[in-house]
């Protein structure tokens, strides 16, 4: 299905990517891009292949066949600490956050890649090490407020009611200051107002050039979102548009009404 | 009050030799004080990265004998050439022993490290058994089973300070004292700084450390050469302070001495080697009047059983929990839990 794309270059691109595992095909063949800014969600009834398909992007599966490449570099054999270091950052639909970890030394944590520490300067605590810590702790504090729950600084990561998780988890994928951010899931298990809440601080990421693939089943929330939707469906890629054009395209409602059960 | 305890320890550690005269007595601190810098290398890996190690006795073993041949001297021969080396004085000897156990726990890491938990238990038991076999049938260097006898007591100054020979037991102590100092403040900065971090993060998810940029085989890496190093350490502090040493120092009982001490005491706080250290450092001294020694082992184990029961994160975080809470009831003050440190 051909799209209209927008001008600017695409960042993201997965081409000709397969996935077997053994015998079974989670991906078969897929291709799609992401732009500059965009935000793309990525769709698909449950086994559809939509985490196989994160789960090569950011490197923690490999690929049987095809590659994918972000801002002009190759990710091919690339193991997942250094796709985040070119700035391509994932959250996860379960483990979200270190339970057993304070909320705010949780995005000290995130803030991993930000800090030049020298394990010299460190061990002899010079005075360039203790401002760079005071700095990097400014910076938690930013996105403890950018996500809301500077409040809760304090808590440990595992005590958090479940939507403030889910924001956690979102911080320390932001901590670890992405180019484009990659979300599994983030609204699944999270109330009505959770989600209001949840899309605000997309707003505010988008409002700051944050380029976003999201993965979602609330479909209410992907249409009033999303510039771009791509559906998968049994390892293939079904359709690739705008939400309103997703929402009238024959295969797409075969694929999720079909069987006489809504996923969504 | 919490922050100036390892300082009121300190000052209390330093005034031991000045109350306590008895030679014995003094000798079972020094030597529980060199297993407490064993234990505390061990805790860098075991606590704070998750990753036990139960072959560090050979880090521990490999500096002691560096140690020792380095200031012994010894003369080999080795692929036809004929290898000797003259005696150096004990403190280079003890340098190089801190040295080439860092390496080793590089090697290691190096190896090691890409297959972890269950994986890296086996290598590293594995690699202490070779170090072992090593020392005991290369005879030519290490005299096998017959010791190493006559090593030297650690020299110390400079041509323009006159040199002090530490022979006396409570010399050894302040020895032994200020490198537990110095081990305990180069720990305390490494886990709070943001190389602390990355290995406490990989020890509670390593998949979402990951997910941030956190590098596994480097900051394992990392903390293997400093927990190599500071057992190799104390190795070499032991060597030169018993003045013997035989292949019986690789037995696995030192390194589940160390692990006991670890455990009991708290595994990834600052203060837990420390206290567990203390605990089966002196033991031995109270229960021998009682009990032979075999009796003593049994005796240690049940006595660690009954502490991971009762309190399965060791001593150190109860203390902790139970101060908190007495302090959050007498005043509602804010809640400080951190990384899972203590600052005992």
Same mark, same amino acid.
């Given at each position: 299905m051909s799209v209209q794309i927008k001008t600017s270059d695409p960042i993201l691109t997965v081409e000709h990517v397969a996935v077997h595992f053994g015998g079974l095909v989670a991906i078969s063949d897929m291709n799609f891009e992401v732009h500059e800014g965009e935000l793309v969600s990525l769709i698909g009834p449950n086994g559809a292949g939509k985490t196989t398909a994160f789960n090569v992007i950011t490197g923690f599966q490999r690929p049987t066949k095809g590659h994918v490449t972000f801002r002009g570099t190759s &990710?091919? #054999?690339?193991?997942p600490h250094q796709v985040t270091a070119l700035g391509l950052v994932r959250t996860f639909q379960r483990t /979200? +956050?270190? !339970?057993?970890?304070s909320v705010f030394e949780n995005v000290l944590i995130g803030l991993h890649r930000r800090t030049a520490a020298s394990l010299f300067g460190t061990l002899l605590s010079l005075p360039k090490e203790r401002r760079a810590e005071e700095a990097l702790r400014e910076e938690a504090w930013e996105i403890l407020r950018l996500v809301g729950i500077e409040h809760e600084a !304090?808590? &440990? #990561? #595992? /005590?958090?009611p479940y939507g403030d998780q889910r924001l956690l988890g979102v911080a320390l994928a932001l901590a670890a200051s992405p180019h484009a951010l990659l979300l599994d899931?983030? +609204?699944? #298990?999270?109330n009505a107002s959770e989600t209001a809440r949840f899309i605000e601080l997309l707003d505010k990421l988008r409002a700051k050039g944050t380029t976003i693939l999201l993965v979602e089943h609330d479909m209410p929330m992907v249409m009033g979102i999303s510039d771009r939707v791509v559906v998968l469906n049994y390892g293939r890629i079904i359709a690739n548009g705008p939400p309103s054009a997703i929402q009238s395209d024959p295969e797409v409602i075969k694929a999720y009404l079909g069987g006489g059960i809504k996923h969504a | 009050m919490k922050r100036y305890l390892p300082y009121l320890a300190l000052v209390f550690f330093a005034s031991v030799p000045l109350w306590l005269h008895d030679q014995y007595y003094l000798h079972t601190l020094v030597v529980a004080g060199i297993f407490m810098l064993a234990a505390m290398s061990l805790n860098l890996l075991l606590g704070y990265t998750g990753q036990l190690s139960l072959g560090h006795v050979a880090f521990f073993g490999i500096g002691a004998y560096v140690s020792a041949l380095t200031s012994l001297g010894f003369s080999i021969s080795l692929f036809g050439y004929q290898i000797t080396h003259e005696p150096w004085p004990p403190v280079v000897g003890m340098v190089l022993g801190t040295v080439i156990a860092g390496l080793c726990g590089y090697l290691i890491g190096k190896l090691a490290f890409r297959v972890r938990g269950a994986y890296f238990v086996i290598v590293t038991v594995s690699f202490a058994e070779v170090v072992r076999l090593v020392a005991l049938n290369w005879v030519e260097l290490t005299n096998g089973p017959l010791a190493l006898p006559g090593i030297p007591p650690l020299t110390l100054g400079f041509e323009w300070t006159g040199y002090v020979t530490l022979w006396g037991k409570s010399q050894n102590y302040y020895l032994v004292l200020v490198f537990l100092a110095l081990a305990y403040l180069v720990i305390k900065r490494l886990v709070h700084s943001p190389f602390g971090r990355a290995m406490i993060a990989l020890r509670e998810n390593e998949t979402l450390a990951v997910s941030v940029g956190i590098s596994v085989t480097k900051y394992l890496v990392l903390a293997a050469v400093f927990s190599g190093a500071l057992a190799g350490l104390a190795g070499s502090l032991y060597a030169h302070y018993i003045q013997i040493i035989d292949p @019986?120092?690789? @037995?696995f009982l030192n390194t589940v001495t160390m692990v006991i001490m670890v455990v009991t005491g708290g595994k990834g706080t600052l203060a837990g080697p420390v206290v567990g250290g203390l605990i089966f450092g002196i033991a031995p001294v109270i229960l021998r009047n009682y009990v032979g020694p075999e009796v003593q082992w049994i005796l240690y184990g049940l006595l660690m059983i009954a502490i991971v029961f009762v309190l399965p994160d060791g001593i150190v975080p109860a203390i902790e929990r139970w101060f908190n809470r007495a302090s959050s009831a007498a005043q509602k003050s804010e809640p400080s839990l951190a990384l899972q440190t203590g600052k005992g």
């Open positions: &990710l091919n #054999g690339l193991k /979200s +956050v270190f !339970d057993k970890i !304090d808590e &440990l #990561g #595992g /005590s958090l899931e983030p +609204v699944s #298990g999270m | @019986m120092v690789f @037995m």
